[in-house]
Nanobody, 115 residues
Framework: QVQVVESGGGLVHPGGSLRLSCAVS????????MGWYRQAPGKGREWVAG???????NYADSVKGRFTISRDNAKNTVYLQMNSLKSEDTADYYC?????????WGQGTQVTVSS
């Protein structure tokens, strides 16, 4: 059994920063790809950032240069550092953890960017 728990969301002013965390626990053999997605109100789920097992990163054009995905192997935690936040970044954020050919999702954490 694998558990994925996101945290770190909240209300922030435009231009502000937040760091989201995604803690993975349970029967983890090895974590392969990791990613962050988001879903804004009334819209579909959108891929935001990805981090491969080898450490390569990719970002959606809408967040490139503002968001950074990283991981702490010792803590089995994936982070999403979000800077220069905009109102259009408002969404529920989810992490996707790939283990043994399966994807595991958390319950999400809400980010609201508003003045």
């Amino acid at each position: 059994q694998v558990q994925v728990v996101e945290s770190g969301g909240g209300l922030v002013h435009p231009g502000g920063s937040l760091r989201l965390s995604c803690a993975v626990s349970g029967s983890i053999v090895s974590i392969n790809a990791m990613g962050w997605y988001r879903q804004a109100p009334g819209k579909g789920r959108e891929w935001v950032a990805g981090l491969s097992r080898t450490g390569s990163t990719n970002y959606a054009d809408s967040v490139k240069g503002r968001f950074t995905i990283s991981r702490d192997n010792a803590k089995n935690t994936v982070y999403l550092q979000m800077n220069s936040l905009k109102s259009e970044d408002t969404a529920d954020y989810y992490c996707d953890i790939g283990i043994g050919g399966r994807s595991y999702w958390g319950q999400g954490t809400q980010v609201t960017v508003s003045s």
